[in-house]
């Protein structure tokens, strides 16, 4: 199994900046990306941005040039900085691992509990 911990949501002000980490452990094989997702209440969990661990990242339209996602040098760890924080980011934020356990293997998708950020206007 993978586990997948989630650390540094919290409160701030428009404009403001938070900085998210995931930790990814447990019985990993390989893992061939990590994500980070984000709900709002009563909207669809959305992909906020991606990275590939052989270094392609990916962003949502609506957080480019905002946010970065980038890995702990060579360890299953991702973090997300977002500046320039706008009300609307408001939402729980989810780390996804995609992880093989062999190299033949399905890719399988291993959630954490979620982080909150509330921005405030």
């Known amino acids: 199994q993978v586990q997948v911990v989630e650390s540094g949501g919290g409160w701030v002000q428009a404009g403001g900046s938070l900085r998210l980490s995931c930790a990814a452990s447990g019985s990993i094989f390989r893992i061939r990306a990590m994500e980070w997702y984000r709900q709002a209440p009563g909207k669809q969990r959305e992909l906020v941005a991606g990275l590939t661990f052989g270094g392609s990242t990916n962003y949502a339209d609506s957080v480019k040039g905002r946010f970065a996602i980038s890995r702990d040098n060579g360890r299953n760890t991702v973090y997300l900085q977002m500046n320039s924080l706008k009300p609307e980011d408001t939402a729980v934020y989810y780390c996804?691992?995609?992880?093989?356990?062999?190299?033949?293997?399905?890719?399988?998708?291993?959630w954490g509990q979620g982080t909150q950020v509330t921005v405030s206007s």
């Open positions: 996804n691992a995609r992880h093989q356990s062999t190299y033949y293997a399905t890719i399988r998708d291993y």
